[in-house]
T-cell receptor
Framework: EAAVTQSPRSKVAVTGGKVTLSCHQT?????MYWYRQDTGHGLRLIHYSYVADSTEKGDIPDGYKASRPSQENFSLILELASLSQTAVYFC????????????FGHGTKLSVL | GNSVTQMQGQVTLSEEEFLFINCTYSTTGYPTLFWYVQYPGEGPQLLLK?????NKGSSRGFEATYDKGTTSFHLQKASVQESDSAVYYC???????????FGTGTRLQVLP
């Protein structure tokens, strides 16, 4: 079973501060994704990557940056955290194109105060 | 672009009742339809995948099919249990895209 590990599991940040969420996968998957979950919106795609050292914008990239330094690691960076970025963030990985299943981490609950 | 509409935000049933959740989709490609389930405190996990219209996928007592004519796909279970309480997402993917599209989720509450 594919393993995706997110850290931290929860974080409290101050408005205007920098936040980095980390994701690590151990299954040699090419594709990695960052999603945001809010009540009433389901999961929305922020950034994704299909190869190390390259990232792509998803559907809601504003206010977020991503970094993929290796195949196993994918980070989400909030340079200037805002109240509206309070949410649960999920990282996922997948072997190939979108007819393959996604494997999700347990999520990071971010509260920006 | 691809899109998914999941209208049922909340469904409440008693144990042993029949479950039916429906979604509609829009795509220009060849779709793969998924159902993911999310339990509290966890990430979503794959429940079912259907790659061919009118073929049935099944897992853990759940069944799913999709209809190209009406561009709809649904999830059903004949007799729900309290342990089925979770959020269910319909998801549209395909072989021609890097991205999947999630519905907004249906929260199922099963009362004992």
């Amino acid at each position: 079973e594919a393993a995706v590990t997110q850290s931290p599991r929860s974080k409290v940040a101050v408005t205007g501060g920098k936040v980095t969420l980390s994701c690590h996968q151990t299954n040699n998957h090419d594709y990695m994704y960052w999603y945001r979950q809010d009540t009433g919106h389901g999961l929305r795609l922020i950034h994704y990557s299909y190869v190390a050292d390259s990232t792509e914008k998803g559907d809601i990239p504003d206010g977020y940056k991503a970094s993929r330094p290796s195949q196993e690691n994918f980070s989400l960076i909030l340079e200037l955290a805002s109240l509206s970025q309070t949410a649960v963030y999920f990282c996922a990985s997948r072997r190939g194109l979108s007819n393959e299943r996604l494997f999700f981490g347990h999520g990071t609950k971010l509260s920006v105060l | 672009g691809n899109s998914v509409t999941q209208m049922q935000g909340q469904v409440t049933l008693s144990e042993e009742e029949f479950l039916f959740i429906n979604c509609t989709y829009s795509t220009t490609g060849y779709p793969t339809l998924f159902w993911y389930v999310q339990y509290p405190g966890e990430g979503p996990q794959l429940l079912l995948k259907v790659t061919t219209a009118n073929n049935k996928g099944s897992s853990r007592g759940f069944e799913a099919t999709y209809d190209k004519g009406t561009t709809s796909f649904h999830l059903q279970k004949a007799s729900v249990q309290e342990s089925d309480s979770a959020v269910y997402y319909c998801v549209l993917g395909g072989s021609n895209t890097n991205k999947v599209v999630f519905g907004t989720g249906t929260r199922l509450q099963v009362l004992p």
